[in-house]
Every structure is written in C-alpha cells, then in structure tokens.
C-alpha cells in the first residue's frame, strides 16, 4: 500500500516527536485539513497491521502519537531486563479512580473518601505517571491537586476521560459530596483564620 506525500510526512514528524502531537498542530504543519490528518492516520495504522508491523499511532486526548504495538510490550521488557512495574494493586486502582472520577482533588479529600492514608499510593501513581500535580487548592496551607495524565488515557486505552466506563450515579454523587464537604471545611477553615484579633493592651 504506498503512502502518500502526507502520510509520509505524517510518519516522519510522529517518529520524530515520540510524543503526542495534537491533531490541530499536525494541520498547520502539513498544510492539511483535520480530516485528511485523520484519514492520513487511519491509512498508515492499516498499512502497520497488514504488514504486521511492530508499532502503530493511537489516538489520546484530541492528538496522536506514534507508539510500539501493545502485542509486543513482553519483548520489549525483555530488551529492558525488568519486571513491569505497573502493578496496580487494589488500593492503586481504588485511589486512582477516586482521582480519575473526583479531578481535581487533593489527598485529604482522596483519603476521606477512602478512609485511609494514601501518600504510598499517591506516590506509587506519580512514578508510574498515571497521576500528575494540575494546581493547588486556593485556601491556607495550597494543598497539591491531582488529576490523571495522558499515560493514563495510554494505559487504559481510552482516547480521552469521556470514554472512562460510566459508575453508578450514586457513587458518582457521593463523590462529589464529600470533596464538596472537604472544599467547604478548608473554606470555613480559611474565614475563621482570616477574621481580624483583638490585641488587649496591659
């Protein structure tokens, strides 16, 4: 299947990038609408898998990016000689959904809603690049927020968070309840700190 000029030069700037390129920056580079890129794109992936070739461009968060297929991933962790490393255990996967569905939210919050401390678990999640610092909060003290990253939406395969696997409603909603109840503690917290003192002259 031969390629054209575009889709050439669609495959070189993704090779050369090795990260995620957003699809309007591929259009003012190549001179291409957006639904060239996009076809552009879908030609190459077909030419990869008739070819069984070992690496194929995804689509994450309105870009893309060139990637090794994912049918490869126990070759190329034998050229690494280690172990993968993203294990997630249940108390990972709990915190991170509470990330992914509750964003942006600080660790006080994700620890009230889990009941337990969770700095092993944050840290965990920001070594493997899953989780990442979006902000922090505005109230005494700038606790961090968290929110998930773009290897995250790689990992699970998800092009951006509208594709995360809908919860029940009312979990959903006891969520946001209780960051809610944590984002009007520290604002509370913030008015009585803030309020002016009486200094009593002896």
Do not use: W
């Not at 639904?35 to 070739?53: A, D, F, P, Q, W």
């Not at 070759?75 to 108390?91: D, F, G, M, S």
């Not at 902000?135 to 995250?152: D, S």
């Amino acid at each position: 299947m031969e390629k054209t000029e575009l889709q050439s030069s669609l495959e070189a700037l993704l090779f050369y990038a090795g990260d995620i390129i957003p699809l309007r920056r591929l259009s003012e580079i190549c001179d291409a609408d957006e639904l060239s890129i996009r076809m552009g794109i879908n030609h190459l992936n077909e030419v990869y898998k008739s070819t069984n070739s070992g690496i194929e461009i995804i689509e994450v968060d309105d870009g893309y990016q060139m990637c090794t297929a994912a049918k490869h991933l126990q070759v190329i962790q034998l050229y690494r000689q280690k172990p993968v490393k993203n294990i997630l255990t249940q108390a990972l996967i709990e915190t991170l959904a509470i990330v992914a569905y509750s964003q942006p939210i600080t660790r006080t919050q994700i620890e009230d809603i889990r009941g337990v401390r969770c700095e092993h678990a944050i840290g965990r999640l920001l070594e493997y690049g899953l989780i990442e610092e979006v902000g922090r909060l505005n109230v005494i003290g700038r606790p961090i927020l968290f929110g998930t990253t773009n290897e995250f939406l790689r990992h699970f395969g998800f092009r951006n968070l509208d594709e995360m696997p809908k919860i029940k409603e009312e979990l959903l909603e006891k969520f946001r309840a209780e960051v809610q109840e944590e984002m009007s503690y520290f604002e509370e917290d913030e008015r009585v700190t803030s309020r002016p003192t009486l200094e009593i002259e002896n």
